[in-house]
T-cell receptor, first 112, second 112 residues
Framework: SQQGEEDPQALSIQEGENATMNCSYK?????LQWYRQNSGRGLVHLILIRSNEREKHSGRLRVTLDTSKKSSSLLITASRAADTASYFC????????????FGKGTLLTVNP | DGGITQSPKYLFRKEGQNVTLSCEQN?????MYWYRQDPGQGLRLIYY???????QKGDIAEGYSVSREKKESFPLTVTSAQKNPTAFYLC???????????FGSGTQLSVL
């Protein structure tokens, strides 16, 4: 499969804890993006990291990218119940125009 | 308010019937996309369009058709040839190929 793979498939934590989700891919990429989806809604873009970057921050989000291991991680610090959602990584395979490939997602549940 | 509007939110198809899902954007984006989401499968690309009057097949185009007569509009028709149409359909747009996607709120298609 050319899809990315998120790990774990599901994660349940308590409010205030940190949540870490991982994404692995198999091909060369130009950039990797993370999206969030609340149940029954569209996806919302969270953060983009380019292949020449190793780490990026946005508010409570921290994304790392290791191109040698073909993997990325998304860390959400001090989680809140409102962070409950599915999180997807997405990447554009090297040489493919306009086509983002999405992983299967991690379902995060933050318990109050 | 700029964004992407998908309609209807829920759609039911009878056997042998073609149905059309609407997607309109006022973001002045050149590229538009249709994705299908099945439970546990993540998002799969059906069709994408980089410019008016041009579109390309994605990974699962069989049983679907699209048109791009206007920059703002990218309707998707689910034909009777699509034997398993029940899914959540998401429309998205982007300003250029490497950048983030903006998603609509989705259409849930079910078979009667």
């Amino acid at each position: 499969s050319q899809q990315g793979e998120e790990d774990p498939q599901a994660l349940s934590i308590q409010e205030g804890e940190n949540a870490t989700m991982n994404c692995s891919y198999k091909t060369s990429i130009n950039n990797l993006q993370w999206y969030r989806q609340n149940s029954g809604r569209g996806l919302v873009h969270l953060i983009l990291i380019r292949s020449n970057e190793r780490e990026k921050h946005s508010g409570r989000l921290r994304v790392t990218l290791d191109t040698s291991k073909k993997s990325s991680s998304l860390l959400i610090t001090a989680s809140r119940a409102a962070d409950t959602a599915s999180y997807f990584c997405a990447f554009r395979r090297g040489g493919s125009n306009y086509k983002l490939t999405f992983g299967k997602g991690t379902l995060l549940t933050v318990n109050p | 308010d700029g964004g992407i509007t998908q309609s209807p939110k829920y759609l039911f198809r009878k056997e042998g019937q073609n149905v059309t899902l609407s997607c309109e954007q006022n973001l002045n984006h050149d590229a538009m996309y249709w994705y299908r989401q099945d439970p546990g499968q993540g998002l799969r690309l059906i069709y994408y369009s980089q410019i008016v009057n041009d579109f390309q097949k994605g990974d699962i185009a069989e049983g679907y058709s699209v048109s791009r007569e206007k920059k703002e509009s990218f309707p998707l028709t689910v034909t009777s040839a699509q034997k398993n149409p029940t899914a959540f359909y998401l429309c998205a747009s982007s300003i250029e190929r490497d950048e983030k996607l903006f998603f609509g709120s989705g259409t849930q298609l079910s078979v009667l």
